[in-house]
């Protein structure tokens, strides 16, 4: 793994789309500079951060790249499109047409469809403005975890291109999305039933310390297991 002075990643320990970005720098051989965004803190609020991603999301990326402009890329899989592009090895998308639109629709489903749901923002929202108490905001992320791997794990399994991973016996964006989502609803000590493909492909990526190594556990500012 080669240190990247290059790359400044703006991040957060527990994060599906902090982890989707790790995983992918660690298939390229790199690790980006990263620079902790407490969100439990509220940091990703301020004025400072804002400047660097008016959402006020996580992940954000710098390129200081030689003549790359210093400007923040956000959007976990704009990042990977990117990483792909410059470093084109080993790819995370397939060589085909079809086949590169098949992943980039498995990895919408989760990391459009399903992620975006229980991020901290929604949660905000829900436990204020919509009145959710504890139970209700719990009752919520089962409801959309279960909804996205059950409808994931119908396609999957229903396919004859899915392999080893999702499309074919090659680690591919979809894959670097499937395991964020797992991750994170680890962290939520949240199961899904009813989805062996999808758990075979999990077992099978955290095989590679790309995925294994980027366990939001295993992160700076994660708390004491």
């Known amino acids: 793994m080669t240190s990247s002075p290059r790359f400044e990643l703006f991040s957060f320990w527990r994060t ?21 965004v407490n969100l439990d803190a509220g940091e990703q609020h301020s004025a400072a951060f ?26 976990s899989l704009a990042i990977l ?10 790819a995370l998308l397939p060589g085909d ?16 469809d399903t992620h975006p749901l229980i991020t901290p923002r929604v949660r905000k929202y829900l436990t204020t403005a919509g009145g959710f108490d ?15 791997l059950q409808a994931l794990e119908q396609r999957l399994a229903g396919d004859a291109q899915t392999g080893l991973y999702c499309h074919g016996d090659t680690v591919t964006t979809a894959d670097i999305c499937l395991a964020s989502v797992v ?8 199961e899904v039933p009813d989805i062996p493909t999808v758990r075979r492909i999990m077992v099978a990526c955290e095989q590679l310390d ?16």
């Open 16 to 36: 599906s789309a902090t982890y989707r970005v790790r995983v992918a720098f660690r298939l390229k051989g790199l690790q980006p500079q990263e620079r902790i």
């Open 81 to 90: 499109e990117f990483l792909d592009e410059i470093y084109p090895t080993p």
């Open 97 to 112: 047409a079809h086949g590169r639109a098949r992943v980039r629709s498995l990895a919408a489903m989760l990391a459009a």
């Open 134 to 148: 504890d139970a209700a905001w719990r009752a919520w992320q089962i409801h959309w975890f279960t909804t996205g």
């Open 50 to 75: 804002r400047q660097i991603n008016p959402m006020g999301a996580i992940p954000a990326l710098v390129d200081h790249g030689a003549g790359q402009p210093a400007a923040p890329l956000t959007q």
């Open 183 to 190: 991750a994170v609803m680890r962290v939520f000590k949240i």
């Open 210 to 225: 790309a995925f294994a190594l980027a366990a939001p556990g295993l992160q700076a500012g994660a708390p004491a297991a």
